[in-house]
């Protein structure tokens, strides 16, 4: 079964929520990212976070989650659209913590010091940006003290990635659920007692459950309303095209020096990991085409 999303928004319209299975994307950019199993972990939480938040996009909007902690993994991205393609890195993906309690330290991972960015490309000049303090390192606690914070609005956000004996992804997914305007405190009261007794999210994912089963058991079958549904995919947009005009970019003395090498230049994307390669005459012309330009 293929990884998949859900938007659903309750009969009464007080709360609206997301649910994601996200193991198969999970893995795919686990294995390619080289992540040992506490790195797996969190870059897994953040994958399905930026998933998940991906669902209140429209059009061509794209959101990015940049986690910069103090703790050996340095630096976690994930970046997704509004039809459920996702992509995410890690700057370090090995830190060979041990667990602690039997759990994986993600936050000692992490760092207990650090910044969650939020970056969103709405289609208006210039992106929105908005950054808080990590509280906990967890992912799941931070992001929903971002809504709070910088967009005041209650979110409950759960996510969980479970790995199997060969440290693989054999689980992976969470659910988002927001308050609307003006929603009974009573509803809200009631929805996080439910919360509080329910089995991670990552065990009833293990157990099978399809995005609308975990709905309703998150949910307390509180009636809803399907709203969307959308397959979930790792996909990276990067191309040669692009890796040319980074190149482009750079400044000029850096640019000439690697025009004067004898070998290639070799660009590999953090990504997917696509190598690009460039000969030291393409990137001659690129100093010559901008130095001719007026």
Do not use: W
């Not at 990590?134 to 005041?152: G, K, N, P, R, V």
């Not at 199997?164 to 009261?189: H, N, T, W």
């Not at 990991?273 to 460039?278: A, C, E, R």
Request: hydrophobic residues 40%.
């Amino acid at each position: 079964m293929s990884d998949q999303l859900i938007r659903v928004l309750s009969h009464d319209k007080q709360i609206r929520a997301s649910f994601a299975v996200t193991t198969e994307l999970t893995k795919e950019i686990c294995l390619l990212q080289q992540t040992d199993p506490t790195a797996s972990v969190a870059l897994g939480r953040l994958t399905t976070a930026a998933a998940l938040m991906g669902s209140l996009l429209k059009g061509d909007q794209r959101l990015g989650l940049t986690i910069e902690g103090n703790g050996p993994l340095k630096k976690l991205q994930a970046e997704t659209d509004a039809h459920g393609v996702v992509r995410a890195t890690i700057k370090v993906p090995q830190c060979h913590l041990p667990p602690v309690d039997g759990h994986f330290d993600v936050s000692g991972a992490i760092g207990k010091a650090g910044f969650l960015h939020v970056t969103k490309d709405l289609g208006m000049k210039e992106p929105y940006q908005g950054m808080v303090q990590l509280i906990t390192s967890e992912i799941a606690e931070d992001i929903a003290h971002y809504f709070s914070t910088s967009e005041q609005t209650p979110t409950s956000i759960a996510l969980g990635v479970l790995l199997d004996r060969s440290a693989q992804v054999c689980a992976s997914g969470g659910y988002f659920i927001q308050a609307m305007p003006d929603c009974d405190e009573k509803v809200l009261e009631s929805l996080d007692n439910h919360l509080a007794n329910l089995p991670p999210i990552s065990s009833l994912i293990r157990e099978g459950l399809a995005p609308i089963e975990l709905a309703q058991q998150v949910l307390n079958d509180s009636h809803f309303k399907l709203q969307d549904s959308i397959d979930l995919e790792f996909k990276c947009n990067c191309s040669r095209r692009h890796v040319l005009a980074m190149l482009a970019g750079l400044p000029g003395e850096e640019l000439e020096a690697l025009s004067q090498r004898a070998e290639d230049t070799e660009i590999t994307c953090e990504y997917c990991k696509t190598s690009y390669q460039f000969t030291p005459a393409e990137l001659s012309h690129i100093t010559q085409a901008r130095n001719s330009a007026p």
